[in-house]
């Protein structure tokens, strides 16, 4: 099926549809991340080819033009100031002190090891009415021994956590850490042979590793009645959908397929 699929893939294409099979299929569309960027890594399409054949140190014109001096960027300090973005000494310094011993052994990160899976640090809201100007960060991690969704409010200047909440069904975005271990366990699982298969076809190599992949990923929630049962549990499990490409060359569909990180398993979905 995946060679009937790619040898109509250009009309499909351009009619604006994609073609799902029950293997991963090659097509060459724009995806989240990609706009403005063609397929060999440029960022201006065939602009970007034409400026980058004019010869060094020549303008348009063929006049020689002094070479442009990089500014460094200012050193950051240990310590912000009001509403200024977290360092990231401060990040640090927040995440230690939201997972201390206690917490570190009672969690587990999306690899099944001890400790959470963290996901974000930002700047918490000013307390409010509060006269002082102590900063405060907010660390998000989740807890995938109970799938649950913690922000731990962390006040920097004291040194203490001054808030704590869990949630359940609750799913922000994957983290970069997450989307790999997606797709690893996806090129590891049987349904991950259409995705080996067309890497295989695009680059001539064998596909072992994420790091092979332009990854990005979204949540995948459970929809009543629009899916195999196997899925029922997303939304209070993390799933995910991943948008795959060949660094360098195509993308490869596999939205079709979801990758419970919860329960560690890949689950096709009705098409």
């Not at 960060?137 to 956590?161: C, E, H, I, N």
């Not at 596999?254 to 329960?263: G, N």
Request: with cysteine; net charge negative; glycine share 10%.
């Amino acid at each position: 099926m995946r060679e009937t699929v790619r040898r109509h893939l250009g009309k499909v294409v351009a009619g604006t549809a994609i073609a799902v099979a029950s293997t991963a299929v090659m097509v060459g569309i724009t995806l989240p991340g990609t706009a403005g960027a063609d397929d060999t890594g440029t960022k201006a399409g065939a602009g970007g080819q034409a400026a980058a054949a004019q010869p060094l140190g020549q303008d348009e014109q063929g006049n020689a033009v002094a070479p442009g001096v990089a500014e460094e960027a200012p050193a950051e300090g240990d310590q912000g100031r009001g509403s200024d973005p977290l360092t990231d000494d401060e990040m640090a310094r927040a995440q230690k002190l939201a997972v201390n011993r206690q917490t570190f052994a009672a969690t587990e990160d999306v690899e099944g090891e001890r400790g959470p899976q963290q996901l974000t640090v930002d700047l918490a809201e000013p307390e409010s009415g509060a006269a002082g100007t102590s900063r405060r960060a907010d660390v998000t991690y989740y807890d995938y021994q109970d799938d649950t969704l913690v922000t731990k409010t962390v006040d920097l200047d004291s040194g203490k956590v001054v808030d704590t909440v869990s949630r359940q069904g609750v799913q922000p975005a994957p983290s970069r850490a997450e989307t790999a271990e997606a797709a690893s366990l996806l090129i590891a699982d049987p349904l991950g042979a259409g995705l080996k298969a067309d890497y295989k076809d695009a680059t001539g190599k064998e596909l072992t590793s994420p790091s092979q992949l332009k990854l990005s990923g979204g949540i995948h929630e459970s929809v009543p009645g629009a899916q195999p049962a196997a899925l029922d549990s997303c939304g209070v499990h993390r799933c995910v959908r991943l948008f795959t490409k060949v660094k360098n060359g195509p993308w490869i569909d596999t939205r079709y397929l979801v990758i419970d990180l919860s329960a560690r398993k890949v689950v096709e979905l009705d098409h």
